[in-house]
């Protein structure tokens, strides 16, 4: 029974010491630093935010997924540059509209002429 014991308490000595050279040598397996607290990894331009920034962004992880606040964050600006974005090309489209109206009265008259 003692030996038993003896044999168990070695088996956990090692495993502990196994662990301890095991995290020291990797690390916690994470690829960067962890964020100082309150840092945030969220960054978009302030305008003309382009496919790539949507791509390299980053939230701050936390106990149960992403921090909400970044993401609310970020899906707030995208829908604003999605909303800017679609007035331009309305406001292009009505002035391609008339531009082509215009260019059609002008054809007519030169046949006419």
Do not use: H
């Not at 969220?42 to 149960?64: H, N």
């Not at 215009?102 to 008259?109: E, G, H, I, N, T």
């Amino acid at each position: 029974m003692a030996s038993a014991l003896i044999y168990l308490f070695v088996v956990l000595v090692v495993a502990a010491v196994i662990y301890l050279l095991a995290a020291l040598v990797f690390g916690r397996g994470e690829q960067l630093e962890a964020l100082p607290p309150g840092a945030t990894p969220t960054r978009l331009p302030a305008v003309d935010v382009e496919g790539a920034d949507v791509r390299s962004l980053r939230f701050q992880q936390v106990l149960r997924g992403y921090k909400a606040a970044e993401v609310d964050w970020a899906l707030e600006r995208l829908a604003n540059e999605i909303d800017d974005l679609r007035g331009q090309v309305a406001v292009l489209q009505r002035q391609l509209d008339i531009a082509g109206d215009q260019l059609q009265r002008a054809r007519s008259v030169d046949r006419e002429e």
